[in-house]
């Protein structure tokens, strides 16, 4: 175990560590200035509270971040269906993890059905429940919460919803049929997973990546298009009339920590926020070795943190490397654990209402990173053999270290 050994070593130094990363990537979009946060090392947990080196567990197989980190949030995962349904890596994701994300089979075009729809009685869109149910009956079975994801997405949603006859050879509809049109789509989906499958639905991004890469709403979405730049907040109406009350409704975006994109879901939130529409907001977390700045993570999260009472998650968590080596695995736990170290200071300290960090896929066989950045890339916790990688265990202490885990360890005894 002796990369076992080297990691828990660096992890010692955790403040510093983060103080380090911090720099580890030119961010050209950093903001004027950063919220004041004391970020002083902790005081080192009492001798009544440490547990003795012999006990304290050095193998992955003895390990389990979801019980790890239970009493700060909840640890999830991307997957797809044959995973769920293979049994040796569902064990893995049981493991470690109590929640999961569909990687695809959830989104609008996996779920909206054209040939029932252009049959419909109503002329409204119709879904194809029948994947969503092996899915979700799959999830209870294996004793898993899913995030839902997602409702309302500019990508990989079918054309044809937004045309006339549901024809893409004619004009898009006008926006009162297409507030129908969306309308009856969120109700379909929401009410499915009610009646059928209760309390197994905990969260759904009811609105992906609505800011665009420059300034302001992504104005080429066939749904601002057609409806306007309030499709926003009607998407929320609606998912606020038909999910369960205990359902959690979040906005979901990447780059988050680029200060103009920043900006433009802040002033979102806040509106969707003031009209009691909003419960969370979705940091998707995509993280390049390249630029990655531990600093603009904090940032965007105690922006965020100032609405009260709003979740914050992490949701499609990755840290793109191209470099597999030992030195470069070693590094890259060292930015996890930067990662890590600002969530746990963040939620124990109450500066931020952090409830769920998941991460975008189980392995590095599977990463869609690969085929997006046209080179290999080692991004996720576990390889392709599904042994855990340096940054496991880097994650992994980030909790032991810290003095609340220190206080749950004393309460209990």
């Known amino acids: 175990m002796k990369l076992r050994k080297y990691i828990t070593t660096c992890a010692v130094v955790s403040i510093l ?35 003795p080196e012999e006990n304290k567990p050095t193998d992955a197989s003895e390990m389990s971040l979801k019980d790890e980190y239970n009493e700060l949030f909840t640890i999830g995962v991307a997957v797809n269906s ?13 493991k ?32 194809n429940t029948e994947n969503m149910d092996k899915i979700m009956t799959m999830a209870e079975d294996a004793g898993l919460k899913m995030r839902g994801h997602t409702l309302v997405w500019h990508s990989q949603t079918p054309e044809w919803l937004f045309h006339e006859d549901y024809d893409e050879e ?13 309308e009856a789509y969120i109700k379909k989906v929401l009410t499915f997973c009610n009646e059928k499958h209760p309390g197994t639905v905990y969260a759904w991004d009811v609105v992906n990546e609505a800011a665009s890469d420059g300034e302001g ?48 879901l802040y002033d979102v939130v806040v509106g969707l926020h003031e009209k009691g529409l909003i419960d969370g907001f979705g940091m998707q977390s995509h993280h390049d070795r390249e630029y990655f700045n531990v600093d603009e993570i904090r940032t965007t999260i105690m922006k965020f943190a100032q609405l009260e009472g709003l979740e914050i998650q992490l949701t499609e968590l990755d840290m793109h490397y191209n470099d597999n080596s030992e030195d470069a695995m070693n590094e890259q736990a060292e930015a996890y654990r930067a990662i890590f170290d600002t969530l746990v200071e963040l939620d124990k300290e109450g500066f931020a209402n952090i409830t769920n960090v998941t991460f975008w896929g189980l392995n590095d066989g599977t990463t869609w990173l690969t085929g997006h950045k046209k080179e290999d890339s080692y991004p996720l916790l576990f390889d392709e053999n599904n042994e855990a990688k340096p940054c496991y265990y880097s994650i992994f202490d980030a909790v032991a270290a810290s003095d609340k885990y220190a206080g749950i360890k004393k309460e209990s005894e």
């Open 170 to 182: 004619k004009d898009y509809v006008g926006r009162d049929t297409m507030l129908e049109r969306m």
């Open 96 to 127: 470690d993890f109590s929640s999961f994300t569909c990687e695809n089979e959830m989104k609008p075009d996996y779920v909206l059905d054209y040939e029932k729809t252009i049959d419909s009685d109503d002329g409204m869109p119709e879904i």
């Open 217 to 264: 709403l992504r104005e080429d979405s066939p749904w601002y298009i057609t409806i306007g730049e309030d499709y926003i907040e009607k998407a929320f109406e609606y998912a606020r009339k038909y999910a369960d009350k205990d359902v959690k409704l979040f906005l979901n975006d990447y780059n988050t920590e680029v200060n103009e994109k920043r900006k433009v």
């Open 82 to 94: 044959w995973q769920l349904e293979d049994k040796e890596t569902l064990d893995v994701i049981t």
């Open 17 to 51: 560590g983060a103080a380090l990363l911090a720099g580890c990537g030119e961010n050209k979009d950093k903001p004027e200035s950063a919220p004041e946060v004391s970020v002083e090392k902790t005081e080192e947990p009492s001798e009544a509270t440490d547990e």
